[in-house]
């Protein structure tokens, strides 16, 4: 079946580091391509998202784009700040009407000021 | 728009007893579902629908039970509660085609003893 695959970390780093956060995926055709955050307490929310081969999802300043070729999807951002520190899902959605979303093991980032 | 709703927010049961956790969403998505997340687990599926009459069973099934008799409102029931069902549940929905992001409610926080 399908499934997603995710550094699972935590990861620490400094404000204004850089943040990549791997994640690849197997799927049957081509599936559509999500990162979600979770904020402390909260239900998990959009971050961004792609639905076919190449196409670059962006919001706040992370960046992931849709990699076919080396079935990936990693999340990047230039410059982290404190209240970036959440948990980030990498998901899919397979391309038939209907299907379940697929979500990998959630990475969990901390920012230090 | 009010989005997903779910309530209650925490609970706390004991052994054996039983109880509907709600969900409503006011999008008129054909999809919802349900998920627990536990500590290292990720978010599993429990059951989701693709429309009002139409459910099916995701991950982990067993011990709950839910109806969708309108598109609004897809509840879970725990039948005979255990403390492996200590967990956080989300509910959350969707349109169903492959790219259409999925919106989760806030958490139902639910404690069994």
């Known amino acids: 079946g399908d499934s997603v695959t995710q550094m699972e970390g935590p990861v620490t780093l400094s404000e204004e580091a850089f943040l990549t956060i791997n994640c690849t995926y197997t799927a049957t055709g081509y599936p559509s391509l999500f990162w979600y955050v979770q904020y402390p307490g909260e239900g998990l929310q959009l971050l961004l998202k792609a639905t076919k081969a190449d196409d670059k999802g962006s919001n706040k300043g992370f960046e992931a784009t849709y990699r076919k070729e080396t079935t990936s999807f990693h999340l990047e951002k230039g410059s982290v700040q404190v209240s970036d520190s959440a948990v980030y899902f990498c998901?899919?959605?397979?391309?038939?009407?209907?299907?379940?979303?697929?979500f990998g093991p959630g990475t969990r980032l901390s920012v230090l000021p | 728009n009010a989005g997903v709703t779910q309530t209650p927010k925490f609970q706390v049961l004991k052994t054996g007893q039983s109880m509907t956790l709600q969900c409503a969403q006011d999008?008129?998505?054909?999809?919802m579902s349900w998920y627990r997340q536990d500590p290292g687990m990720g978010l599993r599926l429990i059951h989701y629908s693709v429309g009002a009459g139409i459910t099916d069973q995701g991950e982990v099934p067993n011990g709950y039970n839910v109806s969708r008799s309108t598109t609004e409102d897809f509840p879970l029931r725990l039948l005979s509660a255990a403390p492996s069902q200590t967990s956080v549940y989300f509910c959350?929905?969707?349109?169903?085609?492959?790219?259409?992001?999925?919106?989760f409610g806030p958490g139902t926080r639910l404690t069994v003893l």
């Open positions: 959350a929905s969707s349109y169903g085609r492959t790219g259409d992001t999925q919106y």
């Open positions: 998901a899919l959605r397979g391309p038939f009407y209907g299907q379940n979303f697929v």
């Open positions: 999008m008129n998505h054909e999809y």
